[in-house]
């Protein structure tokens, strides 16, 4: 029977008055967190006075931790899982910890917290009652359009993750493919101070951006087609 237990906690995606009571606490009980960027996570837990052994957890040494955190869990420790920003595993590190957990019967407890995709949802004026998750479009233009034309029939929202980088192209790609009369939401730095939501056609959109600072993550929803505010 395995004592110990992973928590999957979220974090805040950019205001720290957004964490909450219960993750806090519950970082506090777990003598060790599996932390996506060490430098990130320590800022988090200092401010909450919370001490703890960080242990890198990220894409690139995802499996190979994922054994030595089975092996504490094993010996009785309970570990609590966070990742830079938002919940765990949702385009962030964490599935192949949480899946062998389940594999070998270690119970899993979320502590549920902030989302940067339900976040720009709830604000941003498109239906929520049906959504797509579909996280980042791709680095390449193909990759993007693809995925586009693949979901072109979908009957509900589409919500994606883009880089700052990458964020006019994809702007340009849903243009493309869907037309410039599709209604989109973008939304950047969510809960931070420049927090911007701005849900209008796609053509408008990519006018405004002339303007806007590129800086920061953006979550871009997609309306079905025909809808409008």
């Known amino acids: 029977m395995n004592l110990g237990k992973l928590f999957v906690v979220a974090t805040p995606i950019g205001n720290l008055q957004d964490m909450t009571f219960r993750a806090i606490e519950t970082l506090r009980q777990c003598p060790l967190i599996a932390c996506e960027d060490r430098r990130v996570s320590l800022n988090l ?3 909450f006075s919370i001490d703890a052994t960080l242990i890198p957890y990220h894409n690139h040494n995802e499996r190979m931790q994922t054994e030595y955190l089975l092996q504490k869990i094993d010996e009785g420790n309970s570990v609590a899982l966070i990742c830079d920003a938002g919940t765990p595993t949702i385009s962030d590190p964490g599935f192949h910890l949480v899946r062998s957990c389940k594999q070998r019967g270690i119970t899993v407890i979320p502590i549920p917290g902030a989302c940067a995709s339900t976040v720009a949802l709830s604000a941003s004026g498109l239906p929520a009652n049906r959504f797509l998750f579909v996280g980042f479009p791709g680095h390449k233009m193909s990759e993007r359009r693809k995925l586009l034309e ?4 979908f009957e509900g929202t589409l919500l994606c993750y883009e880089s700052c980088h990458r964020v006019e192209k994809f702007l340009t790609d849903i243009a493309h493919v869907y037309g410039p009369d599709r ?5 950047k730095e969510l809960t931070k101070i ?3 939501i701005l849900t209008a056609p796609i053509s408008d ?3 405004r951006l002339q303007t806007l600072s590129l800086r920061g993550e953006f979550v871009v929803l997609i309306a079905e ?3 409008r505010l």
């Open 45 to 47: 837990l200092r401010h």
């Open 225 to 227: 087609q025909d809808y």
């Open 150 to 153: 693949k979901y072109a029939s």
């Open 183 to 187: 209604t989109v939401s973008l939304c």
């Open 205 to 207: 959109l990519l006018l």
């Open 194 to 196: 420049h927090e911007t």
